[in-house]
């Protein structure tokens, strides 16, 4: 299939995702890029990663990419299965460092929306999926990874829908709402890497794809963005290494990392 | 005047006028008093599907999902309640895929919501029209998380859980049966969520395999149901396979859960019972079939229904939705497919033509 042709961008966010994985860490994907990323982690840098599914399955023997987060792929042979209650239970009880999160909208403080889009839940312009485990991995996991496409619709200055507490209305109010971990450490898009400012918890630039002017990133924003004291940092690039494992090895059928035509 | 004491700024933004509708769900008392009623003698439970639908579920009864999104969702059992016009049940898609195809026959008139879509295949345009148009109310909005806490407080016999998901959230303001309160046992501050436990009036499970007294066997993804089949106060066992008691008792090595025949109201032989979804064991999903119902027939209402007439409502029964999947050969490639992804079989290449308008594949693998 495609071989040496240059990264396309989702490719590129698998691999800044996979970044965020430290080795010896334990790790809650639900499908799509996230789970591309873990399984590429597990196959440079973090060879010693447990991944975490919501269907209740950890630590799959390798194999195939899972179709689904139910799919036998994400529990082949593994030692436990987990019933819902107790998996979302051990981001809890601390026994998970990592999640990965989706969104339809996010706001300067990373809450997130996967609801609707419009003003009334019962009467949308369009309705969504709703929570799923988005609002119980975002309440109980220590660190969250935000991960998405950035438009204007997509980064209101205020989401249409609370699904997920991120860090609520900033400074203190993500803990004074009685939720638990760091909440989202990062927001991930094609145009670069956010975090959060540490006392206002405002949303803030840390570093931007090669090619990618802070403009852009502003520009597809609904909210200012703080930006770092001095320059801003190019994120890093996916190494060929990582590409021809990503193309050959993890996701070679391109299911979650062939761009929609 | 109602006995339970609902969240108002929910039934406000729900616009929930008569709580009654809300009540049976978190009734303990009448969930008690029909699990006192069911048989305790070991006594042959097997009927029919059509049998067991007509007996169990009756019109308005609060319905809860069971497996998980693709996996071992009793699909047939819920295509059966179609076909006999069962009508205005409220439906807990927690976890759902897309059982919003209820909704377009009447036979779901109401939402208990956690997840509604299709994962990477998008979210639910079904479901999302049916909500715009008034067809389908919704009741209350959970986390999976939520659900999953409210029916293992039901199973573990606790009149509710304290939690930490969904605090701060608009889930709160949009969920009559949950409340942040304060932790009782702090002194600083500490906002918990209070999940009560939940009882549904009817569940169908669809396990492995099962004995005629409702012993049910399931391995793979349990995800809720082992709280579900205690909680709920009618209870459906649908199996693959119809087995001998002796099989099914502890120490044979088989990795899983025995979900025990006291629950059990009803036992149905049910080969191909999750059909168009996975069966660990038995059958991979068909993905092209869920392609061409998200794809194709989601998006507009007559496509969706002449698609639904066409595989449900014109087909007897789950033996025809398999030959028109393409029979004993969609059979032999989806048994495969689930055994290598349980690596119980030689690996295989997973890769497959996705449904396409133009390019409709005849077997849907």
Redesign the interface.
Same mark, same amino acid.
């Given at each position: 299939m495609k071989s040496d042709t240059p990264a396309n961008p989702l490719e590129m966010l698998a691999y800044i995702i996979s970044l965020q994985i430290e080795n010896d860490s334990v790790v809650y994907v639900g499908t799509g890029l996230p789970m591309v990323a873990a399984i590429l982690a597990r196959k440079t840098h973090a060879p010693n990663i447990t991944i975490v599914y919501e269907s209740g399955g950890q630590d799959p023997i390798p194999g195939d990419m899972p179709w689904s987060v139910g799919c036998p792929l994400t529990w082949r042979k593994s030692a436990v299965l987990m019933e819902m209650a107790y998996s979302f239970g051990q981001s809890f009880n601390g026994y998970v460092d990592i999640a990965f999160l989706g969104f339809a909208q996010v706001d300067m403080y990373g809450n997130v929306n996967t609801h609707h889009i419009g003003k009334d839940l019962t009467n949308p312009k369009a309705r969504l999926t709703g929570s799923g485990g988005n609002n119980d991995l975002s309440s109980l996991t220590e660190k969250m990874v935000l991960v998405g496409l950035q438009t204007p619709e997509r980064f209101p200055e205020k989401v249409d829908f609370i699904t997920s507490v991120g860090h609520l209305e900033g400074g203190n109010s993500r803990k004074e709402a009685g939720l638990i971990g760091q909440g989202p450490v990062a927001v991930i898009s094609p145009w670069g890497i956010y975090d959060f400012e540490p006392e206002t918890k405002r949303m803030r630039v840390k570093t931007l794809t090669p090619g990618i002017p802070f403009e852009i990133a502003q520009q597809t924003t609904g909210f200012e963005l703080l930006k770092p004291e001095g320059e801003i940092p190019e994120s890093p690039m996916i190494t060929p290494e990582a590409l021809h494992i990503l193309r050959t090895d993890v996701d070679p059928n391109g299911v979650f990392t062939t761009m929609p035509s | 005047m109602s006995k339970f004491s609902y969240n108002q700024e929910a039934l406000k933004?729900?616009?929930i006028e008569d709580t009654s509708i809300l009540d049976s769900l978190v009734d303990f008392e009448s969930a008690r008093a029909a699990h006192l009623k069911k048989p305790r003698s070991k006594v042959d439970k097997r009927i029919s599907l059509k049998e067991a639908v007509a007996e169990y579920v009756s019109d308005g009864d609060v319905l809860s999902d069971a497996g998980?999104?693709?996996?071992r969702t009793p699909h047939q059992a819920y295509f059966e309640m179609m076909r006999q016009g069962k009508k205005g049940l409220q439906v807990i898609g927690a976890?759902n895929t897309n059982q919003s195809y209820m909704i377009n026959y009447g036979t779901a008139s109401y939402s208990h919501?956690?997840? $509604? !879509?299709a %994962?990477?295949r998008g979210?639910?345009r079904n479901?999302?029209r049916q909500?715009?148009e008034g067809k389908v109310? $919704?009741l209350s %909005?959970?986390?999976?998380? !939520?659900v &999953?806490?409210g029916?293992?407080a039901a199973q573990l016999g606790a009149p509710g859980l304290m939690s930490?998901?969904?605090? !701060?959230?608009? $889930?709160m303001k949009?969920n009559p049966y949950v409340s942040?309160i304060q932790n009782p046992l702090r002194n600083d @501050?500490?906002?918990?969520?209070f999940i009560p436990a939940l009882y549904p009036d009817v569940v169908v499970i669809h396990a492995q395999v099962a004995d005629k007294f409702g012993n049910a066997f399931i391995y !793979? @993804?349990?995800? #809720?149901d082992? &709280?579900l089949a205690v909680a709920a106060k009618k209870l459906i066992i649908t199996a693959e396979e119809i087995v001998p008691e002796s099989s099914l008792r502890y120490g044979n090595g088989k990795k899983g859960i025995v979900i025990p025949f006291i629950y059990a109201d009803a036992v149905v032989e049910l080969p191909f019972g999750a059909v168009p979804g #996975?069966m @660990?064991g038995y059958y991979?999903?068909s993905?092209q079939w869920w392609e061409k119902t998200l794809r194709y027939a989601s998006p507009v209402e007559e496509k969706f229904i002449e698609h639904f007439n066409e595989w449900v409502m014109d087909t007897k029964d789950q033996f025809e939705f398999v030959e028109k999947l393409g029979g004993a050969k969609w059979v032999a490639e989806a048994r495969r497919q689930?055994k290598a992804? %349980?690596?119980d079989n030689e690996?295989i290449d997973?890769?497959y033509q996705e449904f396409t308008v133009d390019n409709d594949p005849g077997i849907y693998y």
């Open positions: - | 933004n729900l616009n998980f999104a693709y996996v976890p919501n956690s997840y $509604i !879509g %994962e990477m979210t639910d479901y999302s909500l715009k109310k $919704i %909005e959970w986390s999976h998380g !939520g &999953a806490l029916l293992k930490k998901q969904m605090l !701060g959230s608009d $889930i949009h942040t @501050p500490d906002p918990v969520a !793979g @993804p349990v995800v #809720n082992s &709280a #996975n @660990p991979y999903w993905r689930t992804a %349980e690596n690996d997973f890769a």
